[in-house]
């Protein structure tokens, strides 16, 4: 170890205290947007649609609610509770 050097302030420049929190929020953010990319598609599928409007936009911080309107589970609840009226 290195005389003179304040280790407790080069904890604070190294990569370890940003970098490994912000890669984790990126990989979540993919992976939401792969799960809402596969989740419409599969919708479309069961539908017998065949659009092909895979393009998105998810806001950060993506809230449950935005996820499922973009999954599109809003339209599926409406077409239940159609079914139930």
Known sequence: M???ISW??????SKASGEPPL????SVHCATRAAIRE????????TGLNKSDSTFQLE??????????LCGLDNVE???????S
């Open 2 to 4: 290195r005389k003179g």
């Open 8 to 13: 407790e302030r080069w904890g604070w420049w």
């Open 23 to 26: 890669l984790l929020a990126v």
């Open 39 to 46: 989740a419409r598609q599969q919708l479309l599928r069961w």
């Open 60 to 69: 950060v911080p993506a809230t449950m609610p935005v996820v499922k309107k």
């Open 78 to 84: 409406n077409y239940l509770q159609s079914l139930l």
